[in-house]
């Protein structure tokens, strides 16, 4: 950003210089040389600022690897919450809410935790106990509030 910045700033300073070396310049076939001259002024200024280009100066940093890594979590995060929400929902348990964290190593992904609250309706033992049945997960079941 500091490169056009600078070359912006070039650009402005040649123009005005060049428009009042422009107006002082007299009439005639002198005046038409000084234009030429002008004008050749105003083109290798426009040309030489890219001399010191380099695409370092745009280069953005991403961390691609990163952002996967984060973006696979938090799939892999809302397919367990939502896994888990299908099977107390067919079991007819409502009003439970599921909170999932994992993480990524490598090429796994780690379920680190498994949390849901459900109201006092339901019995939290038989809702570990289903939960381990139809996922094969071990979650924390806890009732809301607790």
């Known amino acids: 950003m500091d490169y056009i910045k600078s070359w912006t700033f070039c650009i ?3 123009l005005v210089v060049s428009v009042v070396f422009s107006i002082l310049s007299p009439k005639g076939t002198m005046g038409r040389f000084y234009k030429v001259i002008i004008s050749v002024f105003i083109f290798i200024s426009f040309l030489y600022p890219l001399t010191d280009f380099s695409f370092d100066d745009f280069k953005i940093d991403f961390n691609f690897n990163t952002e996967y890594e984060n973006l696979v979590e938090n799939s892999a995060k809302q397919e367990i919450e939502y896994s888990v929400g299908k099977v107390l929902t067919d079991n007819e348990i409502y009003n439970s809410s599921i909170s999932a964290e994992v993480e990524q190593n490598g090429d796994e992904i780690l379920i680190n935790r498994i949390l849901v609250s459900v109201t006092d309706d339901y019995n939290v033992e038989d809702v ?4 381990l049945e ?4 071990v979650a924390e079941v806890k009732r809301i509030g607790e």
């Not at 570990?128 to 939960?131: E, G, N, P, T, V």
């Not at 139809?134 to 997960?137: A, E, R």
């Open 134 to 137: 139809n996922l094969g997960v």
């Open 12 to 14: 402005c300073i040649t």
């Open 128 to 131: 570990k106990a289903l939960l």
